[in-house]
């Protein structure tokens, strides 16, 4: 499955859906932690300090650096900075 969404939340979902070795029609909550697991975090906010090297705790840092680690424009909000980010790196490498 191809990354094909074009809102934030179908890009998102897409996103993890192809990334994760959970069944398909599994929830989307699942296959963000079977992601992230597969990765060394359990959760989000481990996998987001591990791609964009930082000890923060704040989302939207985390995001943004997140982003310029993948050479991704940083947007002004984490919706921005995430939808960015499943948009341009789904095509490149897989952080």
């Given at each position: 499955?191809?990354?094909?969404?074009t809102s934030l939340r179908a890009l998102e979902n897409d996103w993890y859906r192809t990334r994760s070795s959970e069944p398909v029609h599994a929830p989307l909550s699942?296959?963000?932690?079977?992601?992230?697991?597969?990765?060394?975090?359990?959760?989000?906010?481990?996998?987001?300090?591990?791609?964009?090297?930082?000890?923060?705790?704040?989302?939207?840092?985390?995001?943004?650096?997140?982003?310029?680690?993948?050479?991704?424009?940083?947007?002004?909000?984490?919706?921005?900075?995430?939808?960015?980010?499943?948009?341009?790196?789904?095509?490149?490498?897989?952080?």
């Amino acid at each position: 499955m191809a990354i094909q969404g074009t809102s934030l939340r179908a890009l998102e979902n897409d996103w993890y859906r192809t990334r994760s070795s959970e069944p398909v029609h599994a929830p989307l909550s699942q296959h963000q932690y079977g992601y992230w697991r597969s990765k060394g975090s359990k959760t989000e906010q481990e996998w987001l300090q591990t791609v964009g090297s930082s000890t923060s705790i704040d989302l939207y840092e985390l995001w943004s650096r997140a982003c310029d680690a993948q050479s991704v424009t940083v947007g002004d909000s984490i919706d921005e900075c995430k939808y960015l980010f499943f948009t341009s790196v789904a095509s490149g490498t897989n952080p």
